[in-house]
């Protein structure tokens, strides 16, 4: 069976209809998070404190006034901190209506949740009590040559909602890793039950083994690579290794199925290219919630463990300082302030001097 032009057309329709939905939820969020001048200048306010690398914390006391001053709600002033600090996209909001339809989705989502929790246990065993992320982390110092530094974050500081939309923020890979898993095991000779539930068992083992190393590296340590003159955070670094590789798998995976899909499933329930689109949504906004799950089950429970855990690791093994890094006046300084384990004594606070922030 060949897909007809009319039937890649309307499947096309429906792997858009998220984007349609994102628009206008995108456009509520700026709304939201403020407009208005008052905003506009309580959000130059921060920017200027983060564009200088300085954590919010310093600035703490000073931006709480500033937004008295323009009668700023605390709520309001929490958002637009959190818009900046860990800004939504479009990919956030293709998500969002999964939230919604959560009563229909929400069964499937929970017998997977329920092998989830204790495989990402599992894997916590192995990556961080058995140090075997630190071990990774010694071979990409060893094969790099980077050395392993701390910097503070630049939301040490923020307003409580910033946990909110950092989860939020997380939500994507989490989501379009069910996504992938879900594609490539359709190259597999599989029937429509076996595809879902070896999906659902690749699933499961990476959103755990990624989940972990997200959570323990979501810290102040940052590898510096002094040949290219180049500071990457141990969460970023992560982040860059999985985005493209998920983002291009995915333009790939859905292209071939849509264009092949017929050629290579024949007498399949995924051969019809309109089925497979609707089966695409349906495995995102599942994959959506069990994301949340993974941030109410995991991410809020385990993660700071997790984090504390990785860093103490890092510090036996290098002893790492912990650096300031700054702009002033369009010059860059990055100034040594104390051993990152005294800095881990202190609760990951410090007192800013004002000869931190001098030229």
């Known amino acids: 069976m060949v897909a007809t032009s009319e039937a890649l057309l309307t499947s096309v329709l429906i792997l858009l209809s998220p984007v349609f939905l994102a628009l206008p939820l995108s456009l509520g969020w700026r709304w939201w998070v403020g407009t208005e001048p008052e905003h506009e200048h309580y959000r130059e306010k921060v920017r200027r404190v983060l564009d200088a690398g300085i954590p919010l914390r310093r600035y703490r006391v000073e931006l709480d006034a500033e937004a008295r ?11 637009i901190e959190s818009d900046l600090l860990h800004p939504l996209r479009m990919q956030h909001f293709l998500l969002l209506p999964g939230l919604i339809v959560w009563p229909l989705l929400g069964f499937f989502a929970a017998i997977i949740a329920i092998f989830l929790m204790p495989v990402l246990r599992t894997i916590e065993w192995v990556l961080i009590d058995k140090r075997a992320l630190a071990l990774l982390a010694k071979l990409i110092q060893g094969n790099t040559r980077w050395e392993i ?5 630049l939301d040490d500081g923020a307003k409580e909602l910033d946990r909110i939309l950092a989860s939020v923020h997380r939500l994507p890979i989490t989501v379009f890793l069910g996504l ?3 594609l490539v095991v359709l190259y597999l000779p599989l029937d429509a039950r076996g595809v879902l539930m070896l999906s659902g068992v690749v ?8 989940s972990v190393i997200r959570a323990a590296t979501s810290n102040a340590l940052v590898f510096a690579d002094p040949t290219k003159r180049r500071l990457t955070p141990m969460d970023t670094f992560v982040e860059d290794a999985l985005g493209p590789l998920v983002g291009v798998g995915l333009v790939f995976l859905l292209t071939r199925q849509l264009l092949y899909g017929s050629q290579l499933r024949t007498n399949d329930l995924f051969a019809d290219p309109v089925l497979f689109s609707l089966s695409v949504l349906l495995v995102l906004y599942t994959a959506t919630i069990i ?3 993974v941030e109410l089950g995991f991410f809020r429970s385990r993660a700071v463990s997790v984090r504390k855990a990785f860093q103490k690791q890092m510090v036996e093994d290098y002893d790492p300082t912990l ?5 002033n006046l ?6 040594p302030l104390m051993p990152l384990s005294e800095w881990l004594e202190r609760g990951e606070v410090f007192e800013f001097d004002s000869d931190d922030f001098s030229d």
């Not at 650096?323 to 702009?327: A, E, G, Q």
């Not at 369009?330 to 100034?335: D, E, F, K, T």
């Open 323 to 327: 650096y300031l890094f700054t702009r």
């Open 69 to 79: 001053r323009f009668l700023i709600d605390p709520e309001r002033q929490s958002r």
């Open 203 to 210: 699933y499961i083992a990476l959103v755990s083994f990624i």
């Open 180 to 182: 992938f898993a879900y």
């Open 291 to 293: 994301g949340v799950t």
């Open 149 to 153: 530094i701390g910097i503070p974050r």
């Open 330 to 335: 369009g010059s860059l300084r990055i100034s």
